[in-house]
């Protein structure tokens, strides 16, 4: 359960070492997603799938603002970890709990309340929308316990720690696979029962991750109290265009769907599926970001940059090699794949001929992670949110809209790929010529 410090040391040690656990709970979030697709399509059907992947659409653009704010406590915290201010660090968690629990509390109530309309919106089927509604309604109700669970594994990350946060997700995931079949098929609770469960097995874990804290005294929690005003201005500061980039990110996702949600509902059930595989090809990518913007963010607090730079070709390199590993497996596999989630063939051929297509642009997907993470790591978060909005929404959308119009079904496909193969030279060519290593993030603190 040690901390780990990253401004010594074998870099190859520690990326992998460091990377892994969070590459494993990485997987274990995604299987808890794969359970509920699994349960949802076999004992519900493909309508039912498609009506749970509209709504998971939906929670993350509606969450996405909060995550992004989250995802500022990985930066602010690594870089204090980097300075070795334990008072400070001790102090900026509270002000981070404060801030982050009212936003879920806000956010929680706020789409609960609008479920419906935004599943509307965004051009739901109605043979969907009833059941989506539910869904995304009772998974509002426990969003504290998601965003609880997840903002302690971050707080863990970014002083080094990646072995803990495993054991919460675990938990998550044993309990969501024992509770689906009850609530979906034994309680006969339907696509609602999916829900019950997930909330459940968020809390549990979001309490034990609690006690595990408070217990073994692993991080600097206290009894919350109101925040600095230096501390809210520089979250805010870091935390606002972090959360605008998710929001940006994830509606530009939503955007897509409009796009998939044209072609009926079996292109969305399809692309349901399709989506689980995605988010298989990904993981390593993402374990990279967050292991990058951690292990930069105390490094660049220190003043080694050499060690950045290393941190960043080692990365780019394992990003590389285990992407296009990653890539030809879900493309051998892809029609199995697919099929563990629906059997309707129309779904399955949209499915299958989708993933075939994206898998291996992903690797240059997994640039943007790698290099964005060491920037962001700087506390460069308005650039990162720059280049964010150049990858959506003046690449990705329209070249997916337009590939779609240009070549039907298949198009969408083709559109996605291409905008990652262009966002990616962006993205280097701001980590190699920007200013983001003139930051100092704590320079008025």
Do not use: C
Not at 249 to 265: N, Q
Not at 379 to 398: E, T
Not at 420 to 442: C, D, H, M, N, P
């Amino acid at each position: 359960m040690k901390q780990q410090d990253f401004t010594n040391g074998n870099i190859w040690r520690q990326l992998l070492t460091f990377s892994i656990p969070i590459l494993v709970t990485n997987l274990l979030q995604v299987s808890y997603q794969f359970i509920d697709s699994l349960w949802v399509g076999n004992l519900l059907g493909a309508n039912a799938l498609g009506a749970v992947a509209l709504s998971s659409t939906v929670i993350f653009t509606v969450l996405s603002f909060i995550i992004g704010v989250n995802n500022a406590t990985l930066t602010i915290l690594s870089q204090l970890k980097g300075k070795n201010d334990p008072a400070r660090l001790k102090s900026y968690v509270n002000a981070f709990t404060v801030i982050l629990g009212s936003m879920a509390i806000i956010l929680g109530v706020t789409g609960y309340i609008f479920s419906e309309n935004i599943l509307t919106l965004l051009g739901t089927p109605a043979s969907m929308i009833e059941e989506a509604a539910s869904y995304l309604q009772i998974n509002f109700l426990g969003i504290l316990f998601l965003f609880g669970y997840n903002f302690i594994g971050t707080v863990f990350r970014a002083v080094g720690n990646s072995k803990t946060p495993l054991r919460f997700v675990l938990i998550a995931v044993i309990l969501n696979t024992v509770l689906d079949p009850l609530f979906i098929y034994t309680f006969n609770w339907g696509i609602e029962g999916a829900a019950y469960a997930t909330i459940v097995a968020q809390g549990t874990a979001f309490f034990y991750g609690l006690f595990v804290s408070l217990y073994h005294r692993l991080i600097p929690f206290s009894v919350p109290t109101l925040p600095k005003k230096e501390e809210v201005s520089l979250i805010l500061k870091q935390g606002i265009p972090s959360g605008m980039q998710m929001t940006i990110m994830s509606a530009g996702m939503a955007a897509i769907m409009s796009v998939i949600t044209a072609f009926g509902s079996d292109a969305v059930a399809g692309f349901g599926a399709a989506q689980r595989l995605d988010s298989l090809i990904m993981l390593p990518a993402h374990a990279l970001g967050t292991a990058v913007n951690s292990m930069a963010g105390q490094n660049i607090a220190a003043g080694k940059w050499q060690r950045v730079r290393q941190i960043t070709k080692y990365a780019t390199l394992l990003n590389l090699a285990t992407m296009i590993v990653a890539a030809i497996f879900i493309f051998i596999f892809a029609d199995w794949g697919i099929r563990m989630f629906i059997s309707d063939e129309a779904s399955v051929r949209f499915g299958t001929e989708y993933v075939k297509i994206i898998a291996f642009f992903f690797p240059f997907l997994g640039f943007n992670f790698v290099w964005n993470g060491v920037v962001r790591a700087s506390g460069a978060a308005f650039q990162v949110l720059i280049l964010n909005i150049i990858s959506f929404w003046v690449l990705r959308y329209p070249l997916t809209y337009w590939f779609s119009d240009l070549l039907g079904e298949k198009g969408i496909a083709v559109g996605m790929g291409v905008s990652f193969v262009i966002s990616s030279i962006f993205a280097f060519a701001y980590y190699r010529f920007g200013k983001w290593r003139k930051r100092e993030l704590f320079e008025k603190a």
